[in-house]
């Protein structure tokens, strides 16, 4: 900045000089300018008489009556609320999320859709049933975890999104089962 | 809890934001109504507000409410506004002069002169002005209250100052003449 107040005359600078608001060597090219501009030198006292008046200026006590006022309006009305972090919230999410995630990967994993019907029994009517109830009490899990969460959640995303696609694809795996099991 | 957090709050900054619309806007019914509508903009967004800039923040909301406040104003104000300013003046403390009545008479025509010159400044710069003069407020401060850059707020004050000569410089004219 040096070239400002060497150069010229410091114009802004001087009230913030004034006001203790420059750096160390703003403050050092704005004195040595005063020191050789007597123009600036007579600027910088009135600006500081004029500073000096204003700040003997009072201060003013607000009436009493505007804070009692306030303080009955605002008994009568709530704060916004912030947007928190909540811990069973995200425990849900996280709940749904797992659950979601281990019902996709077991599918994947074993693409009951993709498999040859089997010439052979492979399982058993009791293993059938049994595959059909852990299916229907993991789908019931899923279908619960994301009922606790779609209240906060955008409504109706999840159940159309996520519910509704896997519930399909879990009904086709256990049709796969059963019919491969009723074909034994 | 957050009522009690509030009451310091408000009780700690209540006499700034008063004397901030007073000086704006020039009466004291109008500061009222915008300190008080100020607190209740506070309590509402009391849990939203980083306590470090809170006073920047209720400087800012300040500042927005008398500024809507003046464009109400202008199409109702008229006459009687000088008339109350006069009037205010003279109900303003005159800092020791009690027992002068001469120096009394005197600090309130100063008095009167200074408020008239702010009066005179464009808003922006008179909201600068009284933050910087009254309120001790910092220049970083100011910025954040009314986010402008630093450097905008330095060219203001350097303006605003220099308006403030030339307003009271005319009103001795004026008075001399």
């Given amino acids: 900045m040096s070239g400002r107040t060497r150069g010229s005359h410091p114009g802004p600078l001087l009230d913030a000089y004034l006001d203790g608001e420059l750096g160390r060597r703003q403050r050092r090219d704005v004195e040595r300018h005063l020191h050789t501009c007597p123009r600036c030198r007579a600027e910088l006292e009135a600006r500081a008489a004029l500073r000096a008046r204003m700040r003997a200026m009072p201060l003013l006590s607000c009436p009493e009556g505007v804070v009692a006022r306030v303080q009955a309006m605002t008994a009568r009305q709530p704060t916004k609320r912030r947007l928190a972090f909540r811990p069973r919230l995200a425990w849900r999410l996280a709940l749904a999320g797992a659950t979601v995630a281990v019902a996709v990967l077991l599918l994947v994993r074993y693409e009951p859709w993709q498999r040859p019907m089997p010439e052979e029994a492979a399982y058993s009517p009791e293993q059938v049933m049994q595959a059909r109830r852990d299916a229907e009490r993991a789908l019931a899990y899923v279908s619960y975890a994301l009922q606790l969460t779609q209240q906060t959640l955008e409504q109706e995303v999840l159940p159309a999104q996520v519910v509704k696609p896997l519930r399909r694809g879990v009904s086709t795996a256990l049709g796969v089962l059963t019919e491969s099991g009723g074909q034994r | ?177």
């Avoid at chain 2, 008398?66 to 009687?80: E, M, N, P, S």
């Fill in chain 2, 1 to 177: 809890m957050r009522r009690a957090q509030f009451t310091e709050v408000v009780l700690a900054h209540k006499d700034r934001i008063y004397t901030q619309a007073y000086y704006l806007l020039g009466n004291r019914p109008d500061a009222e109504d915008v300190t008080q509508e100020v607190l209740l903009r506070a309590w509402q967004n009391f849990e939203q507000i980083r306590r470090p800039t809170l006073g920047a923040w209720l400087m800012r909301v300040t500042h927005n409410v008398c500024i809507d406040t003046l464009r109400r104003q202008k199409i109702r104000r008229a006459v009687a506004e000088n008339r109350k300013l006069e009037e205010e003046a003279e109900r303003l403390p005159a800092g020791g002069a009690e027992n002068d009545p001469q120096r009394g008479a005197e600090q309130r025509e100063l008095l009167e002169h200074l408020q008239e010159a702010i009066r005179r400044l464009p808003a922006r710069l008179r909201s600068i002005i009284v933050m910087r003069e009254l309120m001790d407020m910092r220049y970083e401060e100011i910025s954040m209250a009314l986010d402008i850059p630093l450097n905008s707020v330095k060219v203001y004050i350097h303006r605003g100052r220099r308006l403030l000569r030339a307003a009271l410089g005319e009103m001795t004219e004026e008075l001399e003449g």
